[in-house]
């Protein structure tokens, strides 16, 4: 198919629930794409937060083809190694307890809010509301959205699930305290803010929260979606801080780029959904769970979280810098290499322009720049991004 071709298909058989922009990528390797007419780009927001060991590391790619000429599909009524493997693994690096395996983030998200649901029930009065926050991104489906703390997502999806408490503010424990009920039965968080803007959760406030949900025998949820997997600069997002929460969710870069999400519950509540409460057909199947493993073999053997804490106070260095020198730049803030650029000005044109000039970034909440490069991105990559946007943001100015 020619570009012509491609462009007329998407437009003719796709429905149009993305904004495009005017490429089509063929190849990819660790922190490069490369387009159609060959044309090489740094990628340094790889697959919207999936890419944390690159583009087709080596150990995903051997794990998926030792696995797929074995069995690639199984359903969860049989057993096979690779789910008690990826299981045991996720465990190991994070806090005791079972997995339920799902295919994305928002199926990770759906299967916590039905736990909750199922833990709150047996209480004498019934607990089943979930107290989440403003700018939150929690998913696409119809719980997950009304989960999520921005209008945007949910209009024209009306009426919206019952049973959420959203556009709490973020970091106000106060305002938290005052929201909770009889049945309040569970908080969701994200300690890092992707879709909402690179907003971080304070240690202060993360504390009490723990605190008041263990008071109130209230679950805490953290969603991992877009943290977990190194993407911090711990394994886990919420090991950053001094806390462990009940349940955590995982997909993006869980899977080094193919479809995978998981809940991850303490052992003593993870029982509550027992056979028939809950299911998905492909969720943990073979072939997404070896990839899975890959995942974990790469940002352990390359080192990975020791990379982040070099590159990471590299990188916002560099940012920093340039922040002092361009008015449109008004703050720059994150975790690891979980970055955001806080403008004056809309974002959209700076990310265009960057693309023609070979770098991928993306803009959210309209004004804020995000940055979230592999793992093992290089002091050497990490110029070669920040001179491109040095150079678009000189004509912004």
């Known amino acids: 198919m020619t570009k012509q071709d491609i462009f007329d298909a998407y437009s003719d058989y796709i429905m149009p629930t993305y904004t495009k922009m005017p490429y089509i990528f063929v190849k990819g390797k660790g922190m490069k794409v490369y387009d159609i007419d060959a044309k090489q780009y740094l990628d340094f927001f790889p697959g919207w ?29 049989y057993y096979h190694s690779a789910q ?4 045991k693994e996720i465990i190991r690096n994070s806090f005791d307890g079972k997995v339920f395996f799902s295919n994305s983030g928002a199926e990770a ?83 890092v803010q992707g879709e909402g803007g690179i907003n971080v959760v304070t240690e202060d406030f993360i504390t009490a ?48 780029g193919l479809p995978i999400g998981c809940m991850l519950a303490k052992r003593e509540i993870a029982d509550t959904l027992q056979p028939g409460m809950h299911a998905s057909t492909f969720g943990g199947s073979p072939i997404v ?8 073999k790469a940002i352990v053997g390359d080192k990975m979280l020791a990379n982040v804490a070099k590159m990471s106070p590299y990188l916002f260095g560099k940012l920093k810098n340039l922040s002092a020198k361009h008015k449109a730049i008004k703050e720059v803030r994150g975790v690891g290499l979980m970055v955001g650029i806080e403008l004056n000005i809309k974002g959209k044109e700076i990310v265009e322009e960057c693309a023609k000039r070979g770098l991928l970034i993306n ?25 491109i946007l040095d150079g678009v943001l000189k004509g912004m100015d």
């Open 363 to 387: 803009c959210t909440h309209d004004y804020v720049l995000r940055l979230m490069p592999a793992l093992n991105v290089t002091k050497r990559q990490i110029d070669a991004a920040v001179r």
């Open 49 to 77: 937060g999936v890419g944390n060991v690159g583009h087709c590391h080596p150990a995903v790619m051997s794990a998926v083809r030792d696995q797929v000429g074995k069995l690639i599909h199984l359903p969860n009524n």
């Open 209 to 256: 929260v723990r605190k008041l949900c263990d008071e109130k025998k209230m679950l805490l949820i953290i969603d991992e979606v877009q943290t977990g997997l190194g993407r911090t600069g711990k394994m886990f997002g919420y090991q950053n801080y001094q806390i462990q929460p009940d349940i955590i969710t995982l997909a993006k870069s869980l899977g080094g």
């Open 84 to 87: 008690a493997k990826l299981a």
């Open 289 to 296: 769970c070896k990839a899975a493993l890959g995942v974990f």
């Open 109 to 191: 998200n759906e299967a916590a809010i039905k736990l909750a649901r199922a833990y709150g029930s047996k209480f004498a009065t019934p607990k089943y509301e979930i107290l989440t926050f403003e700018n939150a991104f929690h998913g696409r489906t119809l719980a997950t959205i009304t989960a999520t703390g921005q209008k945007k997502y949910q209009k024209g999806f009306e009426p919206l699930v019952e049973g959420f408490v959203t556009n709490l503010p973020l970091n106000d424990f106060g305002a938290l305290t005052c929201a909770v009920s009889e049945k309040t039965v569970a908080v969701l968080l994200e300690v």
